[in-house]
């Protein structure tokens, strides 16, 4: 069980059980939705951008600890930060999900190291990456943000 | 009284329930998403690519009459599972259950249905028997009506004269994947045929694991899979009555389909071959043939029955392990319901349960199951499907509640 017990750590079991940033924001904010079909998990996230500021994020709808507990997660870590900051998350976070393939592939590049201090909390989400199925969940938050972000330009 | 199932020697003909996943032996409880396929099954598909395969309907030489022989033999050992002895003109292969239907609404349907008509569905279908009718809905423009679902679970029929009047298709399922719900067939059937509408029936999860009667039931078309019947992937069926099909224009085009082509357009063939355009699935075709074979050789009854004591088992120790912790999202225990437990536990999401569940090598299906307007219809988001079939046994179900536990304490 010890790696089920590294997937649910405390951290990941502490935000979906408490999710941080939850609900949604009138308009002007941008409201954008993320599917994941393969479970059902849905997800409404809604982004207000100011001055290249994500000034405030919510989420709401509904899904497995994975992509909730990352959801809110990642709502906490870009919440005040500059688009740029935010964008620059968005790609570390997703290349520490990838990790897994990167060292299947046995590359004989050296894969560039991931700055895990700078994900923070985030890098509780870690052990997602041997459960290749979960990294769908995980994801689906960010590749929504990504999403609202290109949707309004910033 | 039919013989009870022999669990321990079925086990021994599906070499993949030795497999250990995390030190842990395989509990297989997905049988309603692709059921495993005994090696009379496997053995009899790497015979024929090893002493006979080629190419069907086409050569003269030995090994293409006896492949084309066998092909066909597929055809009349399937019908004589769904009780007609008419399988030589009756049934068609498909890729799977859903290319059955799109066949159904791309040729009988487009056929058939103008503006000014109706097909009746139900609440509880499989997104296979909602696409392709709300597909051909958005080009001709016909009514789609759905019979509801009671909160006990049941279709709710107090308003079925209604929502068949002037409908020219009735086309529910015979069992809910979701809720193992058993739908009333021939009752249906009567309703359907008395109010001028044919009837077709996805018997996906049915036909693996109840008695079917085609001609007893009076149906039209009934659509099922051979990777859910213990048989091959790749290979679907629609048994249509051969007055249907006579009328039906072809499906695919290409070879095979053909009676002859010129430059200015083709004649298509008569009989089952019009809707198999190139090459069939040959070897699956006899894979699927050796799968009723093989259930045949078991008894249908007897499955039926296994799993149904197999279902109460469950409903039992679930009950006594969690009481109200664990939900079952489907009809309470008896000869209603079928071996599919839709289950929830308190706040825990599916997909998480699932992967607990996999930490003790049980397999289940989280998420909706292809049938979202049902799982809407109930407020769920997703459900841990546990589905029985004819190589389980109590111990499966007592590994599921131990894995159950295990999530109550990790989530709890």
């Known amino acids: ?154 | 009284m039919t013989t009870p199932l022999d669990v321990e020697a079925i086990r021994k003909d599906f070499p993949l329930l030795e497999r250990e996943i995390h030190g842990r032996r395989i509990v297989f409880l997905d049988s309603g998403a692709s059921s495993l396929p005994p090696t009379q099954v496997t053995s009899a598909m790497t015979r024929y690519y090893e002493s006979t395969h080629a190419n069907v309907h086409r050569g003269v030489y030995a090994t293409a009459e006896e492949a084309t022989a066998r092909y066909e033999a597929a055809r009349v050992g399937v019908g004589r599972f769904l009780g007609t002895s008419a399988g030589a003109d009756e049934v068609v292969f498909t890729k799977n259950c859903t290319e059955s239907f799109n066949l159904l609404a791309k040729s009988w349907g487009a056929a058939n249905l103008t503006s000014h008509d109706a097909v009746v569905l139900t609440e509880m279908e499989h997104h296979a028997n909602i696409v392709p009718w709300q597909q051909l809905q958005q080009q001709v423009g016909f009514e789609l009506r759905f019979i509801p679902v009671g909160d006990d679970y049941q279709l709710d029929l107090g308003d079925l004269d209604r929502l068949l009047e002037g409908a020219k298709l009735l086309s529910v399922t015979a069992m809910s994947n979701v809720l193992g719900t058993i739908n009333p067939l021939k009752h249906l059937a009567a309703r359907a045929h008395g109010a001028g509408a044919l009837i077709a029936v996805d018997g996906a999860q049915s036909v693996p694991h109840l008695p079917t009667d085609v001609v007893g039931d009076d149906l039209d078309f009934l659509c099922f899979s051979a990777h859910k019947l213990y048989g091959p992937t790749g290979i679907g069926v629609l048994w249509a009555k051969a007055e249907h099909l006579a009328a039906m224009p072809a499906f695919l085009g290409g070879g095979g389909m053909i009676k002859d082509v010129r430059l200015d357009g083709f004649t298509a063939a008569d009989g089952t071959q019009r809707f198999e355009a190139g090459t069939p699935p040959i070897a699956e075709a006899i894979g699927i043939h050796a799968a009723v074979d093989y259930l045949q050789g078991i008894g249908i009854e007897a499955v039926r029955e296994h799993e149904q004591a197999l279902t109460t088992y469950a409903f039992e120790a679930l009950e006594a392990a969690f009481g109200d912790e664990v939900r079952i999202h489907g009809p309470g225990d008896g000869p209603g319901r079928g071996g599919v437990l839709s289950l929830t536990m308190g706040d825990i999401h599916a997909h998480d349960l699932a992967q607990v569940l996999d930490q003790v090598g049980v397999c289940v299906r989280p998420g909706h199951h292809c049938a979202k307007p049902l799982m809407r219809r109930f407020g769920l988001n997703a459900t841990a499907r546990a589905s029985f079939g004819i190589y389980n046994d109590r111990d499966d179900v007592d590994v599921l509640v131990e894995g159950l536990a295990d999530a109550s304490r990790l989530f709890g």
């Not at chain 1, 520490?96 to 991931?114: K, N, Q, R, W």
């Open chain 1, 1 to 154: 069980m010890a790696d089920l017990e590294e997937l649910y750590r405390e951290i990941i079991l502490d935000h979906y059980r408490s999710p941080r940033n939850r609900g949604e924001l009138p308009p002007p904010a941008h409201r954008v939705e993320g599917f994941n079909p393969l479970c059902g998990d849905e997800i409404v996230l809604s982004l207000l951008v100011e001055d290249d500021v994500v000034a405030d994020v919510k989420i709401a709808g509904s899904g497995c600890s994975i992509s909730q507990s990352s959801a809110s997660l990642m709502s906490a870590a870009v919440k005040g930060k500059s688009v740029a900051e935010a964008r620059k998350l968005v790609a570390t976070f997703k290349q520490m999900m990838s990790i897994h393939e990167a060292t299947l592939d046995d590359a004989t590049e050296e894969p560039e190291p991931i700055n895990l201090r700078a994900l923070g909390e985030l890098a509780a989400l870690q052990g997602v990456v041997k459960f290749p199925v979960r990294i769908k969940c995980a994801t689906l938050s960010w590749n929504t943000l990504t999403q609202g972000l290109d949707e309004l330009g910033a």
